[in-house]
Each structure stands twice: as structure tokens, then as C-alpha cells.
């Protein structure tokens, strides 16, 4: 009966309720505080304001992307491009507070919508997007060479 004494029962008292307490507590927070991004992965049709400059026509692009919580990898395709075409991701972003920034190479053929030469030149390219209602986006596109941005609407396509 030593082994119940009250020093030893005090002492894994305090520790439970305090391992308890810290448990409730950093529940709490992360209920609400921690909230998964909407998610934004899929096809979208992306409608120009106006035409690229240099281009002798340019067409509605496709955006797909995908995502893993904040993190997005995307491509841009031309409009004609079918569904099933597995494009290597040139785009790479972040998505938070509701603006998604992504970056990187596309080939201008795809932004002109011209068939794709040998050595299709690359552009550096940034495209920064606010969600806005039912999953329709609004942004800017800056393209490396072209001093005006342009801006687009990003439609979801139906699967």
C-alpha cells in the first residue's frame, strides 16, 4: 500500500489535467484558425481581354491545374487541346487568401495558338488570379516581353 502515496497521486493528477488542458486548448485553436484552402484543381477556360501583342490571332487558353493544399502546379493549353492530353506542368504556385500566384515557361505557340514548331520559343510567364463566385476567377497574365498585362476571366469547364 506504500505505492499510493499522495505526493505520487498529486503529481499524475497535475500531469493528466495539464496534458488535457493542452490537448482542448490546441484543438480549439486549430478548429479556428486552421481551414483547408477551397479547392480550385481542374480545367479552366481562360477568356483574354484582348489579343497578345505579336500574335497574329490569339484563342480562349485552358489553365489546368492541380493542387495539394496551398501548392499548385499548372499548365497552359490552347482551347482546342483535348481533355485527355497529359501536358508536363510549367507553372508552379501558391494559393492564399484567395489569390492564387503562379509562375513559370510557356511556349508561344500555345499562347498564339499556332502549330508548334521545332524549337518553340519559351515565355516567362506570371499569372496571378482572385477567386470570385462559384469558382470563377478573375486575373492578371504578364508574359516576358510584353510591357502591358492582360487580363482574363477563368471559367471552370464541366468534366
Known sequence: MNHFNFKSLAFYGVAIISVLLLFKTVTVYGENN????????????LTLSENLPNCEKSDTLTLNIQ?????LNASVLSANTNADTDEKH???????????????????????NIPRPQNDPL?????????????????????????????????????
Do not use: H, W
Open 123 to 159: 515565355n516567362s510567364v506570371t499569372i496571378q488570379m482572385q477567386l470570385v463566385d462559384k469558382g470563377n476567377m478573375t486575373g492578371q497574365l504578364s508574359v516576358n516581353g510584353i510591357p502591358q498585362t492582360l487580363k482574363f476571366t477563368a471559367v471552370p469547364e464541366a468534366n
Open 90 to 112: 510549367s507553372l508552379a504556385g501558391i494559393f492564399r487568401n484567395q489569390q492564387l500566384n503562379l509562375s513559370g515557361k510557356v511556349g508561344r505557340s500555345i499562347l498564339c
Open 67 to 71: 493542387q495539394s493544399g496551398i501548392y
Open 34 to 45: 486552421l481551414k483547408a484552402p477551397p479547392p480550385v484543381n481542374g480545367r479552366y477556360r
